[in-house]
């Protein structure tokens, strides 16, 4: 099993940065790879960006392309999700998940709200 604890939400007006953090704990030798998803009220979960573990390639979401980075520090088992240029369509609750070679692990989630 593997435990997903995210955390550095919160609220910031249009054009500002937030920084999210996701440790990971538990059998953290079997992560693949890991990501941030999100999701607006009313809408379906989405992809955001993920990073692999080993290699540490990336890939993005077209809407957050250019204005997010997805990092890691494997020593401390956290990924993190620089956000900049926030805009008002980021609101969503942000989720990290780990990925090994059976299943998903998700946290239990962080509140980002953007207002214009």
């Known amino acids: 099993q593997v435990q997903l604890v995210e955390s550095g939400g919160g609220l910031v007006q249009a054009g500002g940065s937030l920084r999210l953090s996701c440790a990971a704990s538990?059998?953290?030798?079997?992560?693949?790879?890991m990501g941030w998803f999100r999701q607006a009220p009313g809408k379906e979960r989405e992809f955001v960006a993920i990073?692999?573990?080993?290699?540490?390639?990336?890939n993005y979401a077209g809407s957050v392309k250019g204005r997010f980075t997805i990092s890691s520090d494997n020593a401390k088992n956290t990924v993190y999700l620089q956000m900049n240029s926030l805009k008002p369509e980021d609101t969503a609750i942000y989720y990290c998940?780990?990925?090994?070679?059976?299943?998903?692990?998700w946290g239990q989630g962080t509140q980002v709200t953007v207002s214009s």
């Open positions: 998940r780990a990925t090994d070679f059976a299943r998903n692990y």
């Open positions: 538990g059998r953290t030798a079997s992560i693949a790879a």
């Open positions: 990073l692999s573990w080993s290699g540490g390639s990336t």
